[in-house]
């Protein structure tokens, strides 16, 4: 295995472990104060920690240098407004007691990139990684067939804008934390106008008579720009199908905290729905680790 792959690998797998187990834990320790307001939290503070970040390791000349082309801004524009729908969505999931649900959906996000990869990026597939998609999709049809009468309409949306976001970001190819950065500053107005709207009806949590969680509201944008960062920079490293398949990771962790942690619904048939996908995980892993 060569070191660029060995390094994305590295870099997904703990972007993937943040999300599925300390994101969780945080994100649903503070989430009595709203769903809303902690999506508008979520988006100032990482852009503040994005500026600081930027200046810290004086990156503003590549920060201007992308703005200069319009198609790195046309397409951190779309991506900046599908990182916004899956931070809401994920969020509210979260604050409803959907972990689960949101989790099916990350289970669904990396067939969605391999089919992206093979598409655009002519990543290919020999039959061993055909098979574990294979199996992967029959998981999927299983569980969509057993919930016929409630949709997981969260985990949909949840996959779709993750699987969408990642491709944009690798047509445009710019620097990880930067092109962060323009994200926020896309989403930082409306968020902005959000929290004054909340601040002015008396909706708000942070103030000064609160400081100690006031403080820990401001974690929001660590614990979005870290993960989001180790991520973004693998995908870049070792291509969607191979970080789509690492990133199996997140959503197994989400289920056995929704379910053990949390105590959410976890059927039977969930159950073999999530032991058919990680059989399938582990054949395409093996083959990723034969074949580089």
């Not at 029959?138 to 919930?147: E, G, Q, T």
């Amino acid at each position: 295995m060569n070191h660029q792959f060995n390094k994305g690998l590295i870099l997904t797998s703990l972007g993937s472990f943040w999300w599925g187990f300390i994101g969780v834990l945080y994100f649903e320790y503070i989430s009595f104060i709203g769903h809303v307001e902690l999506v508008i939290h979520r988006c100032i503070w990482t852009t503040i920690m994005l500026i600081l970040t930027t200046t810290l390791f004086s990156k503003w000349k590549i920060f201007f240098e992308i703005l200069k082309k319009k198609k790195n801004l046309f397409g951190l524009f779309i991506s900046g407004f599908l990182i916004f729908i899956n931070w809401a969505v994920w969020i509210y999931a979260v604050s409803s007691n959907r972990i689960i649900d949101a989790s099916f959906g990350y289970f669904i996000m990396p067939i969605i990139s391999v089919f992206l990869g093979y598409i655009f990026f002519n990543e290919k597939l020999n039959n061993k990684r055909k098979f574990s998609i294979f199996l992967v999709i029959i998981s999927i049809i299983v569980l969509i067939f057993f919930n016929i009468k409630s949709l997981p309409w969260v985990g949909i949306i949840v996959a779709l804008s993750w699987a969408f976001y990642n491709l944009v970001r690798k047509k445009i190819n710019v620097d990880t934390d930067v092109g962060l950065l323009i994200e926020s500053l896309f989403i930082f107005p409306f968020a902005s106008v959000g929290f004054y709207i909340i601040a002015v009806n008396g909706y708000n949590d942070f103030n000064i008579s609160n400081i100690g969680f006031s403080l820990f509201l401001i974690l929001a944008g660590p614990m979005t720009v870290i993960p989001l960062f180790l991520y973004v920079r693998g995908v870049e490293l070792i291509g969607l199908g191979a970080t789509g398949m690492i990133f199996y990771i997140t959503p197994t962790l989400q289920f056995i905290l929704g379910y053990f942690y949390y105590n959410e619904e976890f059927s039977f048939i969930k159950f073999v729905s999530f032991i058919i996908i990680w059989i399938a995980v582990i054949i395409y892993l093996k083959d990723l680790y034969e074949n580089n």
